[in-house]
C-alpha cells in the first residue's frame, strides 16, 4: 500500500450497496407474506408469527455469525492476514444485531406460549452468553489502540469462546435435566404445513442476505477506516 | 537461581517454576495484593450471610453459591495483579528478553496465580464452613478436590486474558468481562458439585459434574497454553 506515492483516492468507492436494498426489499416482503398470507397457527395463534424473525435470526447468529468469526480468528492467526480479521470484527458485530434481535424477540414469544419471559433453558442461556461474548469482543477491540496486537487479541478470543460455548450448554442441560422444571420443553416442532414452510423458507433466504449485506457494509468500512488510518500515519 | 545464570538455558518446566518462583516472592515479599483478596473475601462471606433472609433459607443451601461467587471475584483481583505488576518500568521486556519458551511465561505465571488461588481458597472454605456451620466430614476431601480442579480452570484462563487486558485502556473492567462468561462452566461445575457434598451426598452425585470440571481444565489449559504466545508483542 505505501509505495512511495501515497495514493489519494479510498480503495472503495463510497456508494450504496445494492444488495443492502434487496435484502431490505425481501424482509418487508417476508412480513407481508407472514401477516397477511400465512395462517395462524392452531395452537398458538399470532405469537407464532415471530417465529419468522426469531428463529432464522438465532440460525444465522450462532451458526453463520458466530462459526465465521471463530474460523476467521483461527485464520488470522495462522495467515496475518489484516483481511480476515475485518471478517472476524464484521462478523462479530452484525452477529450481535441478530443475538440481540433472537434475545428481544425469544422472551415476547416464550411470555405467551410458556407463560414466562425468560427460562434458564440450555439454548437461551448459551445464547445468552454468547451474546455476553460478543459485546466483550467488541469491548475489547475498542480497547486496543495498535492495530496489529487488537487483531491478535480478539482472534485470541474468537477461538476461545468457540470453544466456551459448548461448556455452557453441556453445564446447562446437565443443569436443567437434574433439576427438571414444569414448563421448559419448547414445543417439539411439528412438521411445518406447507404454507409456512414457504414463508419460514422465505424469511431464511432473506435474512441470509440481509446478514451477507450488513456483513459487506461493515467489511467495507473497516477497510476504509484502516486505509485512513494508514494516511494519517503516513502524514505523521 | 544462579546456577542457571551462566549456564544453558533452562527446559519449559524449569523456566516455568523459575518465573513462578519470581512472582510469588514479589508477593510474599509485599503481601498486599493477597491479604487485600483474603480480606475481601471474607468480607463477601459475611456480607452474603446477611443479604439472605435466614430463617427461610438454610445456610447449607447458601454456602456453595457463597463460596464459589466470592472465590471467583477474588480470583479476579489476584489474577489483574499477574501482568500488572510487569508494567511498572517495563519489567516484562526482561522476561520476554529472557532465552526462554514464551509458553513457559504463561506456565508461570499460571502456576504462581494458582498458589494465590489456592491460598485464598484455603482460608475461604473454612469460613464458609465455619460461618454457615456445614457438617461437613468425610466430604472435605473430595471438596478440596472440586476446588483444586475449579481453580485449575479459573486460572488457565484468567492468566491468558490478565496477559491481554493489561495492554489495553481499561485494563481493571475488561478483565472481569473477559473472564466471567468463561468462569460460568467453573463456577456452575463447582457449585454443583459442593453443594451434593455439602448436603452429605454421595460424591458419585457429584460425577457428572466433576467429569465437566477436568474436561474444562484439559481444554482450556491446552488451549490458553498454545494461545499465549499470541498475546505477546513480537
Known sequence: MTSGQPSVSPPIPSQRDPLLWVALLGIAAVYVRALAFTPIEARQGAAQKIMYIHATSAFIALYVAFVLMAIASALYLWLKDEKLDRVAESSAEVGLCFTTVVLATGPIWGKTIWGAWWTWDARLTATLFLWFIIVAYLLLRGAVEERGRRARYSAVLGILASFLVPFIHLSVYLFRTLHPMPILLKPSAPSLPNEMLVTFLFSFAAFTLLFLALLRTRYRMATLRDWVADREQERA | MTDHAAASPPGTLAAAWLV???????????????????????????????????????????????????????????????????????????????????????????????????????????????????????????????????????????????????????????????????????????????????????????????????????????????????????
Open chain 2, 20 to 234: 513462578a518462583r519470581k512472582d510469588l516472592a514479589i508477593e510474599f515479599r509485599t503481601r498486599t495484593a493477597f491479604l487485600s483478596a483474603l480480606v475481601f473475601a471474607l468480607l463477601g462471606v459475611t456480607i452474603f450471610y446477611f443479604a439472605w433472609d435466614a430463617t427461610a433459607v438454610a445456610a447449607a443451601d447458601l454456602a456453595p453459591g457463597v463460596l464459589w461467587v466470592i472465590f471467583t471475584f477474588a480470583g479476579l483481583l489476584g489474577l489483574q495483579r499477574s501482568f500488572g505488576s510487569e508494567l511498572a518500568d517495563r519489567a516484562v521486556d526482561g522476561l520476554l528478553g529472557a532465552p526462554i519458551a514464551r509458553e513457559a511465561i504463561y506456565l508461570g505465571k499460571a502456576l504462581a496465580n494458582l498458589v494465590f488461588v489456592a491460598g485464598i481458597l484455603a482460608v475461604t472454605i473454612p469460613a464458609v464452613v465455619l460461618f454457615y456451620n456445614l457438617p461437613l466430614g468425610a466430604g472435605i476431601g473430595a471438596l478440596a478436590g472440586i476446588a483444586a480442579l475449579a481453580a485449575v480452570g479459573l486460572v488457565a484462563v484468567g492468566t491468558l486474558f490478565s496477559a491481554m487486558a493489561v495492554n489495553t485502556r481499561m485494563a481493571e473492567l475488561l478483565l472481569p468481562m473477559l473472564s466471567l462468561p468463561f468462569f460460568v462452566p467453573v463456577v456452575m461445575a463447582a457449585a454443583q458439585s459442593s453443594a451434593r457434598l455439602m448436603a452429605g451426598r454421595p460424591v458419585a452425585e457429584a460425577w457428572p459434574w466433576l467429569r465437566i470440571l477436568v474436561a474444562f481444565d484439559i481444554v482450556f489449559v491446552t488451549a490458553c497454553t498454545l494461545a499465549f504466545p499470541f498475546t505477546l508483542d513480537e
